[in-house]
């Protein structure tokens, strides 16, 4: 994982910007930026010291290939070389089920970065669509398929994990076809559109005893990552509060997300989730109890059938609480700020697929003073599937089970029964962990 702490460059100029009126003096500043630097290059061995899983699955490193270093260890950032590919024939092989945006858009474009990952079928309605996209990327003609013979793949064993990339409406039944033909899953956010529904994917997924992974990308992106170990060594102290927004305007009323049987809701399932998601996971935590409300606004075509914006606060046990919005008519707007009794951690942007940003506040030598950090930018989506590929090789439970998507939809559930009743709504502690191991992090 390549990294710049522009903090760790004490000598440069830097555009660290201190909070207050009164800027920390010289000697005051160079120590600023070393303690800044020290506790974000902490931060940065997130990859190797506490990870469960070694980078790659079993094998991958003996194709990598040594080259003696060009610049000077002791004085310059470590050279990274990239983890080894596995070879094609070894790859785990995926079936993308559905060819809308985000597979054309990301996941197959992020398939060709893969290192232990291939893309082995296509599943589409749209055959002449699925020939041009199997061309793009070396699919054989014999490995598109359509959503009525899907029963095939049972039948390719080039095919081990099925990617589930439709409407979260469909998420529930094409899990449920993949479990009976003996497939793994790794199925897009939201999981569905009720805890019911994800309950029962997670039952056939056991039953079959193949992998289920929620596809929660930014749980595998470093800066993630980072903040999730900041918290755990308490460099932020106690954590007190969480603030999030993420908002977007939708444009067509006839698009599939505003359609409930299809989206399972407005705003709150498709990005309102981030929010919640990264409150719970950031934290470590899971909330007590939420009180939330949605405004869906007469006259407006767009939201005829689901909510156009959602407000919840999320109260956990150790006092921590979270306040999150969500909206479908404002413009983009994507950020998150942590706040601990020591310090405070803000990705803005945050969510977004690259261009995320991180900022650090905390005290030095009596002066508040805020660092940023830049982390050369990874693929979140390649990250994401090849966790999905070593899980699947070394048999592990992927760091984003079935049953992470079912509590943020049992959550869910409970923000909605909330806005309808005007009451705060008590949510169990789920009787498990709902992450596994920590995800490895690879070098590209
Ligand atoms: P999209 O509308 O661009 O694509 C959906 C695909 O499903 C299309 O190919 C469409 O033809 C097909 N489809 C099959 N049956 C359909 C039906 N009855 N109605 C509508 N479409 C049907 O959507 P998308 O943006 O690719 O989203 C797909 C999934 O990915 C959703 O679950 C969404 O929440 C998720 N998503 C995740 C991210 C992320 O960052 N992880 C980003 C965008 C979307």
């Known amino acids: 994982m390549p990294t710049r702490n522009r903090t760790s460059h004490s000598d440069q100029p830097t555009s660290d910007v201190p909070t207050e009126a009164t800027a920390p003096s010289e000697t005051a500043?160079?120590?600023?930026?070393?303690?800044?630097?020290?506790?974000?290059?902490a931060a940065l061995t997130v990859g190797s010291a506490s990870s469960v899983l070694a980078a790659g699955p079993n094998g991958a490193d003996t194709n990598q290939v040594k080259l003696p270093l060009i610049q000077d260890p002791d004085t310059e950032q470590k050279e990274e070389t990239p983890d080894a590919?596995?070879?094609?024939?070894?790859?785990?092989?995926?079936?993308?089920?559905?060819?809308?945006?985000?597979?054309?858009?990301?996941?197959?474009?992020?398939?060709?970065?893969?290192?232990?990952?291939?893309?082995?079928?296509?599943?589409?309605?749209?055959?002449?669509k699925a020939l041009r996209v199997a061309r793009q990327y070396g699919v054989r003609e014999a490995d598109i398929y359509d959503y009525q013979n899907f029963e095939r793949l049972a039948d390719n064993p080039r095919v081990q994990v099925v990617y589930i990339v439709l409407p979260n409406g469909m998420h529930k039944e094409f899990t449920l076809r993949s479990a009976n033909i003996g497939k793994h899953v790794l199925c897009e956010k939201p999981m569905a559109n009720s805890a019911a529904d994800c309950e029962a994917m997670v039952r056939a997924m056991k039953r079959a005893n193949r992998k289920l992974m929620i596809a929660y990308r930014?749980?595998?992106?470093?800066?993630?990552?980072?903040?999730?170990?900041?918290?755990?060594?308490?460099?932020?102290?106690?954590?007190?509060?969480?603030?999030?927004?993420?908002?977007?305007?939708?444009?067509?009323?006839?698009q599939w997300?505003?359609?409930?049987?299809?989206?399972?809701?407005?705003?709150?399932?498709?990005?309102?989730?981030?929010?919640?998601?990264?409150?719970?996971?950031?934290?470590?935590?899971?909330?007590?109890?939420?009180?939330?409300?949605?405004?869906?606004?007469?006259n407006d075509p767009r939201f005829v059938e689901v909510e156009e914006s959602v407000h919840f606060i999320l109260r956990f046990p150790s006092g921590f609480t979270a306040t999150c919005m969500s909206s479908y008519?404002?413009?983009?707007?994507?950020?998150?700020?942590?706040?601990?009794?020591?310090?405070?951690?803000?990705?803005?942007?945050?969510?977004?697929?690259?261009?995320l940003r991180l900022r650090h506040g905390m005290l030095v030598?009596?002066?508040?003073?805020t660092t940023e950090l830049q982390i050369d930018p990874q693929n979140q989506f390649a990250r994401e599937i090849d966790h999905m590929s070593v899980c699947v090789k070394d048999d592990i439970q992927p760091h984003t089970p079935g049953e992470e998507g079912l509590q943020d939809q049992r959550i869910i559930d409970a923000i909605y029964e909330s806005a309808r009743t005007g009451r705060a709504v008590k949510l169990a502690q789920p009787s498990a962990p709902t992450r596994g191991p920590e995800p490895q992090q690879e070098t590209f």
């Open 29 to 41: 500043r160079r120590l600023f930026l070393r303690r800044g630097g020290a506790s974000l290059a």
């Open 85 to 128: 590919n596995l070879p094609p024939d070894e790859r785990v092989g995926y079936a993308i089920v559905g060819l809308g945006r985000l597979s054309l858009d990301q996941i197959l474009p992020a398939l060709a970065q893969c290192k232990y990952s291939k893309v082995a079928a296509l599943v589409s309605g749209d055959r002449t």
């Open 218 to 254: 930014s749980q595998y992106e470093p800066m993630d990552r980072m903040i999730v170990k900041m918290v755990k060594e308490k460099q932020l102290g106690l954590l007190r509060e969480f603030v999030a927004g993420n908002s977007q305007n939708v444009g067509d009323p006839g």
């Open 257 to 298: 997300r505003l359609k409930k049987s299809l989206a399972g809701g407005g705003a709150m399932p498709d990005i309102g989730l981030y929010c919640l998601n990264a409150a719970r996971f950031l934290s470590g935590e899971e909330p007590l109890e939420v009180v939330a409300s949605v405004h869906r606004p007469e």
């Open 329 to 355: 008519a404002s413009h983009e707007s994507r950020f998150f700020r942590l706040q601990g009794s020591k310090g405070w951690v803000e990705m803005d942007p945050a969510f977004g697929y690259n261009g």
């Open 365 to 369: 030598e009596g002066k508040s003073a």
